[in-house]
């Protein structure tokens, strides 16, 4: 099944309340939405993978050479037991539930039956809290399947290290804290999907909705809570004021894993007042996106259309003869070109594909340059009082700012850097099918191939665009950064790279675009639906790349050999083709890499394999 495409709506008469039976017709569409199935699935995946099973690969086969960086197995262990699964619980995902609430919101305005479902259900406050009440409803469902996703595992934990689990460690936690991580696992996952409800109202489209509830959760709130860590003013006072400050104030207070108080070092909310914030957003979000629901002209569009046939019926025909005759117009070769202009023209219309398009640079930016930058400034002091800013002040010059590019689309400890070229295929690819353009496109154009090819080389010329767009954005901050600081930095420093350096960095970056931006447009066109591949590509993102990143270095040498195969050991291996230029602040990760030329191969085939097949799967699908 499709990415929502089942219209069900409560019929009227039908008795009961219409509010219920919203709920229930809600209930049976996310039942039957894969997309919804693999969002919901997200948080348990996530856990059971990120704090369970890599962790203990790494206790059972961690050597002492590892125990420096990842912790020695008395370290790992206490985490894994039971007394400590309430705390890894509520550690949940933002994105997957903001992408949830937006693909429901925004699917509906996106097809159209939003129309259908206010016009022969019951009222719109009626049929937005059936949906708002749906929503929480599969919210609960993946919050309570979290949970005990992590008392099982940590169960099976501690019977399977008997002799070394302590007894305070393997004991349960108390009813009443398995009831208060309960609850506020519940508020997190509501509020964010309440977000994600108000922005696909809003946007009246599932692509935009997503653009911005991903790069919202996973780069700018996450760049402005560390920025409140080291600037004051009006910096500080926004942050203090956004609902993520107030989630990680809450969730601090289960304590840290391992044991002891929790290791963040800022929390301007009191427990108390954090259920309060979170609830009044939850409250206001759901009441923007009420307010837009109830007065959106929904049939706007078409007394546009209607009013404008209306019109041409009334004006006078005129004879056949009196028309004048228009020569037709000489054949022009209808092929690959025709097809990459139409679907560049496309793109360049669609605000979420730019969305995705400037992600890269501007994460690159705002976490290599404007983060980095602020260290410097407050080396001595804060956070970074240990650090001089000699320090910090080289990773940020131009003579690094071709690594800092590349660095920044590798592993990092928060989500990839290539997860917006697999979103960005993913999109183009899956809205053709969600939206039924395909047909058009396919009927109407060159050849299935042709048209296939087209659009992959539009698709292709966008991830270009992004990855150019890095490097540039990189040499003119670094560039920026030197003018200001002129004097303090040696010239070597200040110095741009050799163009032979610079042109291998930007083949690097465009290979790294090309092949995660393939892998998203083969889900996309495998799926046909732009929510559900992009669920893959969260599901990607935060469980399967993330961890193995964290954890290669400790596989064992079959899995190992199987992860060296995986995009991510190459991405790795090009992203630090030129060293690392981290700052002290943010150490280098350890990750697994291999031969450069290997990594060039892999690359090159993962492109190839995942462009060329869903082109020839186009060429014999049917589309009707």
């Known amino acids: 099944?499709?990415?929502?495409?089942?219209?069900?709506?409560?019929?009227?008469?039908?008795?009961?309340?219409?509010?219920?039976?919203?709920?229930?017709?809600?209930?049976?569409?996310?039942?039957?939405?894969?997309?919804?199935?693999?969002?919901?699935?997200?948080?348990?995946?996530?856990?059971?993978?990120?704090?369970?099973?890599?962790?203990?690969?790494?206790?059972?086969?961690?050597?002492?050479?590892?125990?420096?960086?990842?912790?020695?197995?008395?370290?790992?262990?206490?985490?894994?037991?039971?007394?400590?699964?309430?705390?890894?619980?509520?550690?949940?995902?933002?994105?997957?539930?903001?992408?949830?609430?937006?693909?429901?919101?925004?699917?509906?305005?996106?097809?159209?039956?939003?129309?259908?479902?206010?016009?022969?259900?019951?009222?719109?406050?009626?049929?937005?809290?059936g949906q708002a009440a749906a929503m929480a409803v599969a919210c609960a469902i993946s919050v309570a399947t979290n949970l005990a996703v992590a008392g099982v595992a940590s169960i099976v934990i501690r019977?399977?290290?008997?002799?070394?689990?302590?007894?305070?460690?393997?004991?349960?936690?108390?009813?009443?804290?398995?009831?208060?991580?309960?609850?506020?696992?519940?508020?997190?996952?509501?509020?964010?999907?309440?977000?994600?409800?108000?922005?696909?109202?809003?946007?009246?489209?599932?692509?935009?909705?997503?653009?911005?509830?991903?790069?919202?959760?996973?780069?700018?709130?996450p760049v402005l809570y560390d920025l409140t860590l080291e600037v004051g003013g009006v910096v500080k006072t926004i942050g203090d004021l956004l609902p993520q400050t107030s989630t990680e104030s809450i969730t601090a207070t289960f304590g840290a894993l391992g044991g002891g108080a929790s290791t963040s070092m800022y929390y301007p909310v009191s427990p108390a007042a954090t259920v309060w914030v979170l609830l009044g957003y939850t409250a206001g979000f759901l009441a923007v996106a009420l307010a837009v629901l109830r007065y959106r002209d929904i049939g706007a569009g078409a007394a546009i259309r209607t009013g404008r046939r209306l019109a041409a019926r009334q004006r006078p025909r005129r004879s056949r003869a009196d028309m004048p005759v228009i020569p037709d117009p000489p054949d022009r070769p209808v092929g690959v070109l025709t097809a990459l202009r139409a679907e560049l023209l496309i793109l360049s219309r669609r605000p979420a594909a730019w969305a995705f398009v400037l992600a890269p640079p501007i994460a690159m930016l705002l976490n290599s340059y404007v983060l980095q930058y602020v260290y410097y400034r407050?080396?001595?002091?804060?956070?970074?009082?240990?650090?001089?800013?000699?320090?910090?002040?080289?990773?940020?010059?131009?003579?690094?700012?071709?690594?800092?590019?590349?660095?920044?689309?590798?592993?990092?400890?928060?989500?990839?850097?290539?997860?917006?070229?697999?979103?960005?295929?993913?999109?183009?690819?899956?809205?053709?099918?969600?939206?039924?353009?395909?047909?058009?496109?396919?009927?109407?154009?060159?050849?299935?191939?042709?048209?296939?090819?087209?659009?992959?080389?539009?698709?292709?010329?966008?991830?270009?665009?992004?990855?150019?767009?890095?490097?540039?954005?990189?040499?003119?901050?670094?560039?920026?950064?030197?003018?200001?600081?002129?004097?303090?930095?040696?010239?070597?420093?200040?110095?741009?790279?050799?163009?032979?350096?610079?042109?291998?960095g930007l083949a690097a970056a465009l290979l790294i675009s090309l092949a995660y931006g393939a892998v998203g447009w083969g889900f996309g066109t495998l799926f046909r639906s732009a929510g559900a591949a992009i669920a893959v590509a969260l599901l990607w993102a935060d469980i399967v790349a993330l961890q193995l990143d964290q954890t290669a270095t400790s596989l064992p040498s079959a899995l190992l050999r199987i992860y060296k195969f995986l995009p991510d050991a190459s991405t790795n291996t090009l992203s630090n083709l030129f060293g690392t230029a981290y700052s002290p602040v943010v150490p280098a990760p350890a990750v697994v890499q291999i031969t450069p030329a290997i990594a060039f191969a892999v690359l090159i085939a993962y492109a190839a394999v995942f462009f060329a097949g869903p082109g020839l799967l186009v060429r014999r699908r049917d589309i009707t």
């Open 1 to 129: 099944m499709g990415d929502r495409v089942v219209e069900v709506g409560p019929c009227p008469g039908s008795g009961g309340s219409p509010m219920l039976a919203s709920l229930r017709a809600e209930l049976l569409v996310l039942r039957k939405w894969r997309g919804a199935w693999a969002l919901l699935a997200v948080a348990p995946l996530y856990t059971l993978l990120a704090y369970y099973v890599l962790p203990y690969i790494s206790y059972l086969n961690d050597t002492p050479a590892h125990w420096a960086t990842l912790g020695t197995p008395g370290q790992l262990l206490p985490a894994m037991l039971p007394s400590q699964f309430v705390i890894v619980a509520v550690a949940l995902q933002a994105a997957p539930f903001a992408v949830l609430g937006a693909m429901m919101a925004g699917g509906d305005w996106g097809r159209g039956t939003i129309k259908t479902a206010l016009l022969q259900g019951p009222r719109r406050t009626a049929t937005f809290i």
């Open 378 to 504: 407050a080396a001595a002091t804060g956070t970074v009082q240990s650090l001089s800013p000699l320090q910090i002040l080289p990773a940020i010059l131009p003579g690094q700012f071709m690594t800092v590019s590349l660095n920044s689309l590798g592993f990092s400890t928060g989500i990839d850097g290539t997860v917006p070229f697999f979103l960005l295929g993913a999109l183009i690819a899956g809205s053709d099918w969600d939206r039924g353009t395909i047909k058009t496109a396919l009927l109407q154009g060159p050849g299935r191939l042709r048209t296939a090819t087209g659009q992959i080389l539009a698709v292709m010329t966008a991830l270009a665009v992004s990855a150019v767009c890095t490097v540039i954005l990189a040499a003119a901050a670094s560039a920026v950064i030197s003018l200001t600081l002129a004097g303090s930095a040696s010239a070597e420093t200040t110095a741009f790279p050799a163009p032979g350096r610079v042109a291998g």
């Open 159 to 221: 019977s399977l290290a008997t002799g070394a689990a302590t007894h305070s460690g393997g004991a349960m936690p108390a009813a009443g804290v398995l009831a208060r991580g309960l609850g506020v696992s519940l508020l997190i996952a509501v509020l964010y999907g309440a977000g994600g409800l108000a922005l696909g109202t809003l946007f009246r489209s599932t692509s935009g909705a997503i653009a911005v509830a991903v790069l919202w959760t996973v780069i700018v709130a």
